[in-house]
Structure formats: C-alpha cells, structure tokens
C-alpha cells in the first residue's frame, strides 16, 4: 500500500493547493511596473494556463525523478531547497521521539506499577495537563518564562550568531541550547499521549495469566516488572512509533515558524504564504515519504519483535 497511498497524496496536494483562494501572481500586482502581459507570460512558462490534470501528469511525472521544479520565487531547484532545510526538521523531530521515549515509558510504567497512588494521579494530572494546553501556547509560554523573563535558553534560531567562532564542543552545547525549548515543545503531546498507553498496556500484561504463573515460581517483583511486563508491553509501543512520526513532522510547520527554525515546516510555511506551488508541494510529497516511511519501519519492528505476527501475501 505504500506507492499507493503516496500517489494518492500527490493528488490530494496538488488538488488542494491550486484550489485555494489566491495565484502566484498575487503579489506582483502590487508591483506597478508589472502588467498583465507580463503575468500572462509568468503563467505560460510555468504552464499553469493548462488544465488541472495536463499540470499533474506534468509535474507527477518530474516527482518520480525528484525532481520537484523551480520555485516562483526565486528560481532555485525544489529540491535542493528541501536538503538544505531537511536535516534541520530531522535532528528536532528525532530529539522530540528520542524525549518521548525516553520519559514516556519509564512513566507509564511507573503508573500502572503505582496504580490509583499518589504517584500515579500525579503523573495523570501532569501528562494531561500538558496534552491540553495548546503546541502555541506552550511554545510562547516558555519562550517568555526562560528566554525572555530569565534569559536561560535562546528563543529562535538553530544556532548563535558567533556560532562559527566556536569551538566544536562550544558548537555542540550552543545547538543543543537552541533544541531545547522546540523539543519540549514538539514532545508534550507525544508525552501524555505514550505514557498513557504505556500505563494501559502495562497494566493489561500484569493482568495476563502468565504474569500470575511467574509470581507463583517465586520470581522477585523486579525481575517481573522487567523481564517478562515491560517485555511484552513494548510489542504494542512499536506500532505507536509509527503513529508519532505523522503528526510530530506535520507539527513542525508550527513549532519551526514560532521559534524560527530553518527547516521544512518554516520553509513551507513561507511558501504557502507567497503561494509557492512547487515548494509547497515538495515540502508535501516529501513528509508525505517520511511518515510512509516511518509507518513502514513501525509495521516491519511489530513483526520482529512479535514473533507470533507473519505476513502472509
């Protein structure tokens, strides 16, 4: 299902983005020395005096080569636009999964293993509480709190502006500064969202047979809890991994734009802005990659961790 379901996006981008309200040319009327003709000559070079379908096939058939076009605005390759932008949302995105994984499960498990405790109510208030409040919030919120009011974390950006005078290791610390408040801020939702269903799926295991078994051989609580619950609770996590990339790659057209980082989402969302077909819909097909991608590493890991899961074809 993989090619496609990535076809079928290509068309709904493309669809949806020549539909929208607005033209590429929008923004030269404003300019006086710029006539009709001449925006007539801007829609002929770029075909976009041709039907819809005549522009798809014409322009699905450059994506299959990646090649994703000029951009209106000012003429560079699509794609080389894309790689320069595209290591920046990776190294936020795998921070943020990296965060999720690493304090999400810890907490569910402690939930389920402190089940109707203080311990547990307080990590459900807490992990609720930050799934509620909305990304942008969020975002400003702590922008305020330890960029602006203490000073502590820069608030925009990807790196310092004497970044190159730096030594490595200086080079190292500055970045990981500026990761900071965006992957917190990319990582909330994730959080509640995973450790929640950590709490669930830990708790189901504990209910199992099995587990009943091992406690009546004596096995200390520890060993339980590690070898044999979290073991099986971790079948379930691999196919949510999946599920997490989508929405934290689509989320960073937001988190890019508020703290200003130089990725894919940022890049997008100033192409939106100027209506920059070809970016914009570059920027689409390739996430659109990168969550088939994502969902198809989560569906081979759930059958190699579970060995009673086979593909049949």
């Known amino acids: ?3 496609p379901l990535l076809i079928g996006i290509t068309v709904i981008s493309f669809t949806v983005m020549h539909l929208t309200p607005g033209s590429p040319v929008d923004d030269f009327k404003m300019n006086p020395n710029i006539d009709a003709r001449a925006r007539h000559r801007f829609y002929k070079l770029y075909g976009l005096d041709q039907p819809l379908y005549i522009q798809y096939a014409g322009w699905f058939g450059n994506v299959i080569t990646f090649d994703f076009g000029r951009s209106f605005k000012d003429g560079r390759k699509v794609l080389t636009k894309i790689l320069e932008r595209l290591p920046a949302t990776l190294l936020l995105n795998l921070f943020a999964l990296g965060v999720i994984f690493a304090v999400a499960v810890p ?4 939930s389920a293993v402190k089940q109707n405790s203080f311990t547990d109510r307080f990590l459900a208030v807490l992990v609720f509480a930050g799934y509620s409040l909305p990304a942008f919030a969020l ?7 330890f960029g602006v009011k203490f000073g502590w974390l820069p608030i925009s950006g990807m790196v310092s502006v004497n970044y190159s005078y730096l030594s490595f290791w200086g080079k190292v610390f500055d970045l990981l500064k500026h990761l900071v408040l965006p992957v917190i801020t990319s990582a909330v939702g994730g959080l509640a969202f995973m450790s929640r269903y950590m709490r669930a799926t ?3 295991v504990m209910r199992q047979d099995f587990i009943k078994a091992v406690r009546a051989r004596g096995v200390s609580k520890k ?3 590690t070898v044999h619950i979290f073991r099986n609770a971790l079948i379930p996590l691999v196919t949510l991994f999946g599920l997490l990339i989508p929405s934290l790659i689509g989320g960073s057209v937001v988190f890019e734009t508020i703290f200003s980082w130089p990725g894919m989402g940022r890049l997008a969302y100033g192409a939106i802005m100027s209506r920059d077909y070809p970016v914009v819909m570059g920027v689409g097909v390739i996430m659109a990659l990168l969550t088939l991608i994502g969902n198809l590493i989560a569906d081979i890991g759930y059958a190699a961790v579970d060995p009673r899961i086979r593909y049949e074809k």
């Open 107 to 110: 907490a569910g498990v402690l």
């Open 223 to 225: 060993g339980i809890i």
């Open 202 to 204: 830990v708790l189901e």
């Open 1 to 3: 299902m993989f090619i």
């Open 139 to 145: 975002a400003l919120i702590l922008m305020y709190v």
